[in-house]
């Protein structure tokens, strides 16, 4: 599983959250997909290639020069291209903020029971404060100082999420330093996917 398409002849280093790959042939059509190097795109589009001002082909296919051709737009190009990526993944998943200090005693319950079912989740405890489950496509959100506010012991919450080998973590370390920065800034709630993903 990816999160996006990367089709170059050059050697790159890319995260393994992309589906790097040489041919356009076998791309995941699904995912967004940036081509590298005009030379590449003039191969394969051939009279049908697009304008060397547009950087979007179509829809869901984008390209960019090589570092040898123009560094600088490679770098902001893979850059947006992570945006889009990530802005992609935001729109497909669900997400629920769960209050739970609000919200009715059977819903908390149903979640206790799935995390010490025998599924294992992942689960992204940001800063202590907040609590990321990833659920079948869906993400779950929970302030964890409205656990303090009810006068619930943190070593029994911490007990339910690692039962049955959950994957709990409380970094974004696996993630490549530009991945890393744009979920920072936008989306840390899509952090459980990305490490579901990886593992």
Known sequence: MHIGNIVSQ?????DKLFNLIKDINNIEPELPTLIIGWEFVKVIYGDNRPSILEKQISENVYWTFTKKERRVDYEEDIK???EICIECIGNKILYEFLNILTCKQSLIKNIIKKLISTDVYSIYIKNNSFIYIFD???IIGIDFNAIDFLKIERKKVYRILYSNKNNVFFNEDFLDKEI?????QKNNKLIPYLKQIIN
């Open 180 to 184: 890393k920065i744009n979920i920072k």
């Open 10 to 14: 050059v050697d790159i280093k890319a």
């Open 136 to 138: 079948n496509n869906k």
């Open 80 to 82: 947006k291209f992570i």
